[in-house]
C-alpha cells in the first residue's frame, strides 16, 4: 500500500485541507496531488481503500462510468462512496449552475458497473456527523 492520499482538482481545496488538519491536531496526509477522478495518476491496485466524500455528485452522467472504473482500478480491496443519494439521476442547482451537482442511485450505479462488488455496509450520516442526508455505501472488490 502507499500510506494516506488526498486527491483535488483544486489547488485551494487541498491548501484548506492542510489548515484544517493543522488547525484541527489531526494527522496530516503525507501527499496530497491535484488531479480529477476521470484520470487518477495511480497503479492499478495501489490502495486497499480508495473513498468518495462529495466527490461523484459533481461528476455528469456521461462521465460517471469513467470515474468509477478509475476508483475500482486503484482500489486493491475497498471502496467507499459517501454521497447524496436519490432516486434516478436529478440535476440540483448549485451554486448557480445548473448542471454542477447530481443526486442518484449511487449503490446501483456501482452495482451496474461492477456486479461482482459486494456491499458489505451502507447508511445514512446526517447532520451529528457532518453531514446532511448523506448515503455511504462500503463495497469489498
Given at each position: 500500500?502507499?500510506?494516506?492520499?488526498a486527491l483535488d482538482i483544486s489547488a485551494d481545496a487541498?491548501?484548506?485541507g492542510v489548515a484544517l488538519q493543522r488547525?484541527?491536531?489531526l494527522a496530516?496526509?503525507?501527499v496530497r496531488v491535484a488531479g480529477d477522478a476521470l484520470h487518477l495518476p495511480f497503479r492499478d491496485g495501489w490502495f486497499d481503500l480508495v473513498f468518495t466524500?462529495?466527490?461523484l455528485i459533481h461528476i455528469s452522467g456521461d462521465d460517471l462510468p469513467r470515474a468509477l472504473a478509475e476508483i475500482h482500478r486503484t482500489s486493491r480491496r475497498y471502496i467507499l462512496s459517501i454521497e447524496y443519494d436519490g432516486p434516478g439521476e436529478t440535476p440540483i442547482p448549485y451554486r448557480g449552475h445548473e448542471r454542477a451537482l447530481w443526486k442518484r442511485d449511487h449503490r446501483a450505479a456501482w452495482e451496474k458497473q461492477f456486479p461482482a462488488l459486494r456491499l458489505l455496509r451502507h447508511?445514512?450520516?446526517g447532520l451529528e456527523r457532518g453531514y446532511g442526508e448523506t448515503t455511504?455505501?462500503?463495497f469489498e472488490k
Open positions: 500500500g502507499a500510506g494516506g492520499f487541498l491548501r484548506y488547525e484541527w491536531g496530516r496526509v503525507p466524500s462529495g466527490v447508511g445514512e450520516l455511504f455505501h462500503l
